[in-house]
């Protein structure tokens, strides 16, 4: 394995931008090693090979003249497959869309572009980003470089596992209950869910419209916090885009300190219900941050115990009336029964084909919530729970600047053991669900490996809407306490993925 593809994102910046390495031959470093380990690790649904190569080929040759190039300019990064590409097929993981090549680019794909930073393919996803494990991606599961028998989270774990098993070193994904977070949690990886609305959703196919998130998958915090000055920012082509700019988070990871820091440590997410093994590193985190003169206090938000009720009613809600426009009339799949092909029968007998059973699940539920009837008592109800949640924040941000917990209640667990029980696989995003209800930010960084299996934890910290700086500079802070007591970054405990069957 070639040596640069374990380098951090920011070191290969300074390699590319001194002339020590070109970006022709980091992005090939990365395409060779997506050849040899895809197809174990199935971190890509579309490998970019001549367009990313094309990218480099042309910084390297605005270099090489002296032009003036953005910053990350040069640097492979993947992006996850629900988000639009026009030079590649977007299937948001479903059989319903295989094949689509969009007429438009997302934004946050847009500032890629701009940034000349060379597009290594789309990544893997639950279909339609409905799941925690990638299990139900209709094109098969990635798999966790730590174990290739466990999952990589969900319903990012294309990006998750394409960023921990070194095919690439940045990666984009969207979070809408955890998604970023959760894979992040257990590849022992850097994950950021924005503030809502801090960056562009344009372009997302969107499963959850007032939940869903771009953001930052990373080996750390400053990785993030570069990725993250690339794509955050006002575009008028979403409507609850912010306006305002939240600063850099490159200056907020290189300045941070947690001494006076206040830590709120939720007592809904650290009871019963966790690992024993997550929750010492949890403990062992906190003893840090007070080493390093952080003040820990407890803090309480009664209605989180209800925010996995109320975001599974919101979201599959908004799923089912985000997905009627899979109609077969538009675009993607079409399927034509025998007989009489009223356009009815035909978009039912393509939805039953191009739709996987979560997905249908989440719609039958979502639209029976919204019936006539039954809109008050479900999502009107969850709605209000919301609200308590968001008030539940701002009481606890009174007391604390930031907000801990164990990012998720386990390490990975093994592919097939919550698939028949979907409340148990719900309960994977307990601890992540309550910041997309509020719209705040959240980042899981590496706590560890867990005792009982050698597995990464993920401990998640939470700020107020629009203070992401703080996310990054407290963040930032843990995690070079943590590399002191480690001795070497996460990601270097991770063990050679063998490539196989």
């Not at 026009?86 to 680019?105: C, H, M, N, R, V």
């Not at 988070?249 to 820091?261: F, N, W, Y």
């Not at 191009?354 to 039958?364: A, L, Q, T």
Request: charged share 20%; with cysteine.
């Amino acid at each position: 394995m070639s040596e640069l593809v374990k380098r951090n994102a920011s070191e290969l910046v300074e390699l590319l931008q001194s002339g020590e390495v070109t970006s022709v031959e980091l992005t090939q470093a990365f395409l060779d090693r997506i050849e040899k380990l895809n197809p174990l690790l199935n971190s890509f649904l579309h490998v970019n090979t001549k367009e990313a190569l094309a990218t480099a080929a042309e910084v390297d040759r605005k270099r090489a003249a002296g032009e003036k190039l953005p910053k990350l300019a040069g640097l492979p990064i993947a992006v996850k497959d629900n988000l639009t590409t026009t030079d590649a097929p977007t299937t948001a993981g479903s059989k319903i869309l295989e094949g689509w090549i969009p007429q438009y680019d997302a934004t946050v794909v847009k500032l890629l572009r701009e940034e000349m930073m060379p597009i290594l393919g789309k990544t893997n996803l639950d279909e339609f980003a409905m799941g925690s494990s990638t299990e139900f991606s209709a094109y098969g599961p990635s798999r966790n470089p730590w174990d290739t028998d466990r999952i990589p989270g969900g319903s990012g774990g294309g990006s998750s596992s394409a960023v921990a098993g070194f095919l690439a070193p940045l990666a984009i994904g969207s979070d809408t209950g955890g998604s970023i977070r959760f894979p992040a949690a257990v590849t022992g990886t850097v994950g950021v869910k924005p503030t809502y609305g801090a960056v562009s959703r344009y372009g997302l196919i969107a499963l959850a419209s007032s939940l869903d998130q771009i953001g930052p998958v990373a080996r750390n915090v400053l990785d993030a916090a570069l990725l993250s000055d690339v794509i955050t920012g006002y575009d008028k082509h979403d409507s609850t885009s912010l306006p305002e700019s939240l600063g850099s988070m490159v200056e907020a990871a290189k300045s941070g300190s947690l001494k006076g820091v206040r830590v709120g440590v939720i007592k809904e997410l650290s009871g019963e219900g966790f690992q024993p093994g997550v929750k010492a590193l949890f403990n062992e985190s906190l003893e840090l941050m007070v080493k390093a003169g952080a003040e820990i206090v407890e803090v309480s938000c009664p209605s989180f115990e209800y925010a996995i009720a109320a975001y599974y009613l919101i979201l599959p809600a908004e799923a089912s009336s985000n997905l009627a426009k899979f109609d077969s009339v538009r675009f993607g799949m079409r399927v034509t029964p025998e007989g009489n092909p009223t356009i009815e029968r035909v978009m039912a007998a393509t939805r039953e084909a191009g739709f996987g059973p979560e997905v249908k699940r989440r719609i039958i539920l979502g639209t029976y919530a919204l019936s006539s009837g039954y809109y008050d008592a479900y999502y009107g109800s969850a709605q209000k729970v919301r609200t308590l949640i968001q008030r539940d924040f701002a009481a606890a941000f009174e007391k604390a600047d930031v907000l801990v917990s164990p990012t998720a209640p386990t390490t990975a667990f093994k592919f097939g053991e919550k698939l028949e029980d979907p409340l148990a696989m719900y309960l994977n995003d307990i601890a992540t669900i309550p910041a997309n209800l509020a719209g705040t930010p959240g980042i899981s960084i590496p706590n560890g490996l867990a005792s009982e299996d050698g597995l990464p934890s993920g401990i998640q910290l939470l700020a107020p809407a629009r203070e992401d700086k703080r996310l990054y500079a407290i963040g930032a802070a843990l995690e070079a306490l943590q590399e002191g007591v480690w001795g070497k970054r996460m990601i270097d405990f991770a063990p050679e993925v063998k490539a196989g069957a």
